[in-house]
């Protein structure tokens, strides 16, 4: 019993330093849902807090620039999603703020890095390990059909049931390893996809809420976000999975002595 508490306390904290910044985010949104700055609208207040604990997390040390790097391009990547899919009618930010384009505010954006935020310091803190990780072909080509299909199932037909099948093929004998103290666990690593998607369908309860953004059923009145969005969050923690897993091959190759003779690092 003394062994198992001693590991849970110590995955705990590791999981809790881990989500700084997502919980900094929802924090953010908490106090900004009551707590108005005269002549500062609460989208714009939203960014500036994010950008100010972006500099914070860099600067003090619990971020490095290597991570910086990834985090700006979770950024983007869900920037573009959402402006796309606020343009389609999928949700809304119903306030203003000078920090709008096409309808979407520029916090929303860490919203995603924050997730990337998660990934990076986690795999750092708990040493996290793969093995069985598919050919860079099928997983960078699966990673981008399931983006896509964020897009294309509005025109055409939706197949994120043939990407989960896909997924289970592809990462069938893949396991992720990590380490609690001086012990090592692993699970299988579609389990892991479906935990951290779950949680953050709990978070997203908590972000709508808080008037974060709404579904189009929430505009009368604050519902649960329906249950088929876990698969959603699902696969787009698989893309930011495969994205941080494949950049952290490239570093490791590019950290390995170069042969000369061979052409290839050993």
Known sequence: ????????????????????????IFASL?????????????????LILCLLFQIFMVKSGLETRDELKVITVFHLIGLALELFKVHMGSWSYPEDGLSKIFGVPLYSGFMYASVASYLCQAWRRLDIRLTGWPKPLFAVTLGCAIYLNFFTHHFLIDVRWVLMAAIFLVFWNTRVTFRVTHERFFMPLPLAYFLIGFFIWIAENIATFFGAWYYPNQKSGWE?????KISSWFLLVIVSFIIVAELKHVKARRSKPFDSRTGTHT
């Open 1 to 24: 019993m003394i062994r198992f508490v001693r590991l849970l306390l110590h995955f705990g904290y590791q999981e809790a330093m881990s989500c700084l910044f997502p919980v900094f």
């Open 30 to 46: 908490a106090l900004s849902k009551f707590i108005t700055i005269p002549g500062l609208a609460r989208y714009d207040l939203l």
């Open 224 to 228: 649960l976000v329906h249950l088929s």
